[in-house]
């Protein structure tokens, strides 16, 4: 049997959605039977591949890193799942929107330095104005709602994509597991 | 011409991270810089938030460990009330805490760099991840996933989430633990502490095997810092924060958290959204620090439970009063571990644990507040100004993975110059500088209250400036 390849991405996430992963606890060594993570913070790939089946993404789209990433993605994954909060709606990171990169970065480095007080530049990517939830950029399959979303949620997700089913969240099952925050 | 590596993705860590070598005319490595590539604004974007709200919002910094970043918030905001909390209400703090240290250096020892240790640096980088470890090494890998398992479980017992559960609040916490919930949690506790002695065991059985990456992996003197109890024993949910050189004299002791910034300055890095914090009294970067499990073992006096202390002692035995490599904070992280449970049990034994006086309640009482904690990483700090109606006017986060920023620099200089030579980069130089990385298990989320994906890029420059390699290389 040929094995999935799954992808897991963190853009501008608090990492809970993919603690939320790992929460699935012993459903995790089933899924990896069957599953290849073939990108991800848990395994060493450096370079996003092609032809991947499905991607978790945890978290908003913040910085010019995170738009090429995502449109990379979108490009090389069949089904692209908006996981958690952050990546559904922009949750906490939006919370920066209102205020101007500028002020944020000053706030941090100039004036919460002693030393060199200025925002780093060199190395660095630039910030978005706004920080978006994923489907502001490429379209989205799947919406995972939660601060994170429960595990028992991503376990019934997962075992229903590996099993070449799209995840139906109306079923009994988890529908009640469907919500914010 | 010389070149300059880039590692693009540090792997197997929490967070985005880039590296950048710099070689010399000949061939060898002239200066490494350190990136952390993002960035998230909590300190500006939290102000006008009332002060009760912290909690909440800064635990969404990290989900790895929210609950030290609750902690340390619910402990500021204390301050702000000018309360002391009921003594139950601290207890459950603390057995919370000891759950999330338990969970957080499974995930950190099993998940992350056993793949390194038990499959070796060198070996094939499709596998070297926790699903081979499943096929490889299934009991370490079971071991790992139940271990943190018990952690994240013994949390959601108290708090009802394992992950930003809300049950900690300014005051105290916001419901009793029952006597069924603590029975719950006991029962696991034996499974628990064996795990541990057994990966303990089989640790100090492979500590022969890394001659190379002992000696390299940072070693280097620095001060370190840590929470001590009065007589100098382990803490990490109170406790006075201390500060001492490489020969364990005594440097400083915080002993009011308000007076931390006397001691504590920090610096900007011109190619890092990570700052430099530094041990003010000497200097930048002379008051280079450490500050996680190995700079905690290096202040303790001892741990103040049995096991521990006696796996303390062997350690100190194998490696000295001051453990020096940063190779040893795996070591360090498991002694912590058998701490976490140990004092789980202490906790749970206590009479008043599942008391109700648990919460006390007042308005805001003072302008500002400051909560330290040692998170998993490190010391933690929060720092909040409020108005009188309790608006946040003024917030100052300082991280575990700060502390060590200038640590983690120079122990990739020196595993570059161990193991990068020329204008090539082999696959697992590449993992070794990583590596490097991933040992100080840094939190890149908390550190710059940011977070991103799978992480080292490599770039190799020439002293011309010209980009010679890569990693990954270009497809
Ligand atoms: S949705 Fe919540 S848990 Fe997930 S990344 Fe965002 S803040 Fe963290």
């Known amino acids: 049997m040929n094995k999935a390849k799954v992808a897991t991405v963190w853009l501008d996430g608090c990492s809970g959605c993919h603690m939320s992963v790992l929460d699935i606890d012993e459903v995790l060594i089933d899924v990896l039977h069957k599953a290849d993570i073939v990108y991800g913070p848990l395994v060493d790939a450096q370079e996003f591949p092609e032809g991947v089946d499905v991607t978790l993404t945890e978290g908003a789209v913040s910085s010019q890193h995170d738009y090429k990433l995502i449109q990379q993605i979108r490009k090389r994954t069949k089904l692209l799942i908006a996981l958690g909060d952050c990546a559904v709606t922009g949750n906490v ?9 500028k002020r944020l970065l000053e706030r941090a480095y100039v004036e919460g330095a002693d030393i060199h007080q200025r925002a780093p530049s060199d190395g660095v990517p630039a910030l978005l104005r706004h ?21 028992a949620l991503i376990a019934f997700a997962l075992t229903e994509l590996l099993a070449g089913r799209k995840p139906d969240l109306t079923n009994p099952s988890v529908a009640g597991l469907v919500k914010f925050g | 011409m010389p070149p300059t590596i880039t590692i693009n993705h540090v792997t197997r860590i929490e967070g985005h991270a880039r590296i950048d070598i710099h070689l010399n005319d000949l061939g060898k490595v002239a200066s490494t810089q350190f990136h952390v590539t993002q960035f998230r604004g909590f300190e500006k974007f939290t102000e006008g938030r009332p002060y009760y709200e912290m909690p909440a919002i800064t635990a969404r910094i990290c989900g790895i460990c929210p609950v030290s970043h609750l902690l340390a918030s619910v402990k500021a905001c204390d301050a702000i009330m000018a309360v002391q909390i009921p003594e139950p209400a601290a207890l459950l703090r603390e057995l919370l805490h000891c759950a999330q240290f338990v969970q957080s250096h499974a995930l950190s020892f099993f998940h992350l760099s056993a793949p390194d240790l038990l499959l070796g640096f060198d070996s094939d980088p499709a596998l070297r991840n926790i699903v081979g470890l499943i096929e490889k090494h299934p009991e370490a890998a079971r071991d790992g996933i139940a271990l943190r398992k018990f952690g994240q479980q013994a949390i959601e017992r108290m708090a009802g989430e394992r992950i930003h559960p809300s049950w900690t609040v300014p005051g105290g916490v916001n419901k009793p633990l029952s006597a069924d919930a603590r029975d719950h949690i006991l029962t696991g506790l034996p499974i628990a502490k064996s795990i541990i002695r057994r990966t303990l065991k089989n640790f100090k059985a492979m500590l022969d095997d890394f001659p190379a990456e002992s000696a390299a992996f940072g070693n280097m003197p620095t001060a370190y810092a840590g929470l001590s109890g009065l007589d100098g024993e382990f803490k990490i949910y109170d406790g006075a924060l201390r500060f001492i050189d490489n020969t364990a004299k005594p440097l ?65 035995q194998r490696l000295g009063r001051i453990v020096q490599s940063s190779f040893f904070y795996h070591y360090a992280r498991l002694i912590e571990a058998l701490y976490g449970v140990e004092r789980m049990e202490e906790l749970l034994s206590e009479p008043l644990i599942t008391d109700t006086h648990i919460r006390a309640d007042a308005g805001v009482n003072a302008n500002q507040g400051v909560g330290i904690i040692e998170a998993p990483r490190g010391v933690l700090i929060h720092h909040y100004k409020v108005d009188d109606n309790g608006s946040i006017t003024w917030a100052n986060l300082i991280v575990a993975t700060g502390h060590n920023n200038l640590a983690l620099n120079h122990s990739i200089r020196q595993v570059a110059e161990q193991f990068v030579d020329g204008a090539q980069l082999k696959e697992g130089a590449v993992n070794r500088v990583s590596a490097v990385v991933r040992a100080y298990d840094p939190c890149l989320s908390c550190s710059t209250h940011a977070y991103g994906g799978p992480a080292v890029n490599l770039r190799l420059w020439s002293p011309q400036g010209e980009l010679v390699d890569s990693w990954p290389r270009p497809e």
């Open chain 1, 131 to 151: 920080a978006v939830p994923v489907q502001e950029i490429v379209k989205v399959d799947l919406h995972l709602p939660g601060c994170p979303p429960k595990p």
């Open chain 2, 252 to 316: 400083a002791t915080v002993a009011r958290p308000l007076d931390y910034s006397k001691y504590i300055g920090e610096a900007t890095m011109p190619d890092s959204y990570l700052k430099a914090p530094y041990f003010k009294p000497l200097g930048y970067p002379e008051g280079i620090y450490r500050v996680g499990p190995l700079g905690r073992l290096n202040v303790a006096a001892r741990m103040g439970t049995p096991e521990a202390d006696g796996e303390l002692e062997e350690y100190r």
């Open chain 1, 93 to 101: 990171p939006s919370m920066r929107n209102t205020i101007p990169t």
